[in-house]
């Protein structure tokens, strides 16, 4: 396609006339070949037939639209023996058969329909002058693309993406030596990718995350590819068996924060000790009326000061409608809670029975409404009791009493591989009360050293140490996979780039809203790769 042209295309075509007319600009064009070949047996011929006339859209000027109408000719076929006596004149680089628009209006309506989608390609496309519905767009990058030039790469990264997160998955296929999207499958079985592999041969190195269903396409289409570990999800898959591995230290746990916050100040605590007197949330409510109940006292004096409701709301940071609505209403408006159904209402009578009675054991309450066919939570009925019935089951003295520390197996995993300094004192009683939790702990952050820093040395070593502890499980599954992980620790090959464009496609399909079919999906994302 001809750049910066005014005609669609110089070589095949020549302007007649030019006028504006309706609103939009005619352009009157015609063919200026004087002799065109036959599309079935080759033979130019300058013996005109008819001519007929072709109304072809074209690419706006300065938001108005253009008309472009083209004569058309009809020529007798010279070329003895051809079954073909009259064909029309071809105009290859100016518009398609059949189309209603031109060459230059399709590729750029094509090219919105990638970047942005039907509905919204087709609103863009309304501004610029194009006039185009979005189910028109989508038909037409359909027929543009019917199949996509796919090769297999050298280094391929794979990994899977949702459809919908925990019910269906696809598999996205990336080049990691372009950093391009190569392919998506539907599914995320492993027949599809041995599939995918077989038919297209030539991958040396394989990239991917722990999933057997990867593993196994891959050893079954190609064996002689190298498999590749991704290392963050090593990383990932050593703290949850590090948090599982702790799980049956939890008094453990309990014992060494409540022996340091015994000792220690709260601040010194805070990453895994929560305050014994936590902020209650009509606290927080309180103060926040008391904040809006002093804007609205500054407001009312310079209103009788007779400052403008403008001014009023740049002086106190508010928006004009917060002012107008203030002052419409005569006095400070209170907040109304907002009561949503709750599956307890059916029960108030009960509860209120129960609660004069003395009762105000939640959980007592809770099992009671389970056996009459309440089928919600324990938090609830707490919830549903606070808000409608101002009852506080448990109050800040008693709070107070007793002990709210919260330590669980994640945090202090956590604060293991993170290694930060407040947490130290814990840690350090930690391991004091359990020589064994110090012996996990050392061998975490011995695993996070050797695969940030590739030690591929050290792994049989922390692979026999390792054995012999809580963690034997997952040293199991690394036996399992062991030389895709010895690929992660002497080869660079990652599935970042592959998260990037997961990320990428994920920004796509939610910009697509219901339109987002495979097809068209897997077109938007190769194309713009």
Request: aromatic share 6%; charged share 25%.
């Amino acid at each position: 396609m001809a750049q910066g042209t005014l005609l669609p295309n110089r070589a095949e075509v020549k302007l007649l006339c030019l006028r504006p007319k309706d609103g939009a600009i005619q352009m009157e064009v015609q063919g200026c070949r004087a002799r065109v070949s036959c599309p079935v047996c080759g033979t130019p011929s300058g013996r005109v037939h008819s001519r007929y006339a072709r109304r072809l859209g074209d690419l706006p000027w300065e938001g108005l639209p253009v008309r472009v109408l083209l004569s058309t000719r009809r020529f007798f076929c010279v070329g003895e023996g051809c079954r073909r006596h009259i064909f029309t004149e071809p105009f290859p680089g100016t518009v398609r058969r059949y189309a209603r628009r031109t060459l230059r209006a399709t590729e750029t309506l094509d090219w919105l329909t990638l970047a942005l989608g039907g509905q919204a390609g087709a609103r863009m496309a309304q501004r610029l002058g194009l006039r185009i519905d979005g189910s028109t767009l989508l038909r037409q990058v359909r027929r543009r693309v019917q199949s996509l030039p796919v090769s297999a790469p050298r280094v391929l990264g794979v990994d899977d993406w949702a459809w919908k997160k925990g019910h269906r998955y696809g598999t996205i296929l990336c080049d990691l030596e372009a950093g391009r999207v190569v392919d998506l499958l539907p599914d995320r079985e492993a027949g599809t990718l041995a599939t995918w592999l077989q038919d297209h041969p030539g991958t040396r190195i394989v990239s991917r995350d722990r999933a057997s269903a990867y593993a196994k396409a891959t050893r079954r289409a190609c064996p002689e590819a190298i498999q590749i570990a991704d290392r963050w999800h090593l990383l990932r898959n050593l703290s949850e068996a590090l948090r599982n591995a702790l799980e049956p230290h939890r008094r453990t746990m309990m014992q060494a924060a409540r022996a340091i916050q015994q000792n220690s100040s709260i601040e010194t605590l805070n990453p895994v000790v929560v305050p014994a007197d936590p902020i209650d949330s009509l606290t927080i409510k309180q103060r926040k009326r008391q904040c809006r109940h002093k804007l609205y006292e500054e407001m009312r004096s310079l209103m009788e000061s007779g400052v403008s409701q403008s001014d009023i709301a740049r002086q106190l940071d508010l928006s004009l409608r917060t002012v107008q609505r203030w002052v419409r209403a005569g006095a400070f408006p209170e907040r109304t809670p907002r009561m949503f159904p709750n599956s307890v209402d059916k029960y108030a009578a009960y509860l209120d029975r129960r609660l004069l009675e003395g009762c105000s054991n939640v959980s007592q309450l809770w099992r009671e409404l389970q056996q009459q066919g309440f089928r919600g939570q324990n938090s609830g009925v707490w919830h549903w009791l606070r808000q409608h019935r101002g009852h506080r089951p448990k109050t800040s003295e008693a709070v107070a009493m007793k002990s709210t520390l919260r330590v669980s197996s994640q945090q202090t995993a956590w604060q293991i591989l993170k290694g930060s300094p407040s947490a130290q004192p814990y840690l350090e009683e930690l391991y004091r009360c359990s020589p064994e939790i110090a012996r996990l702990a050392h061998l975490a952050r011995e695993f996070f050293r050797i695969v940030r820093n590739r030690d591929l040395i050290a792994w049989p070593e922390w692979l026999e140490a390792a054995g012999r502890t809580s963690l034997r499980g997952f040293v199991t599954g690394l036996m399992r996979d062991q030389e895709a992980v010895q690929a992660a620790l002497s080869l660079p090959w990652s599935n970042g780039p592959v998260e990037g464009q997961v990320h990428r496609l994920k920004l796509i399909k939610r910009q697509m809203y219901g339109r987002a079919s495979f097809d068209l999906l897997k077109l938007r994302v190769l194309q713009r790769a």
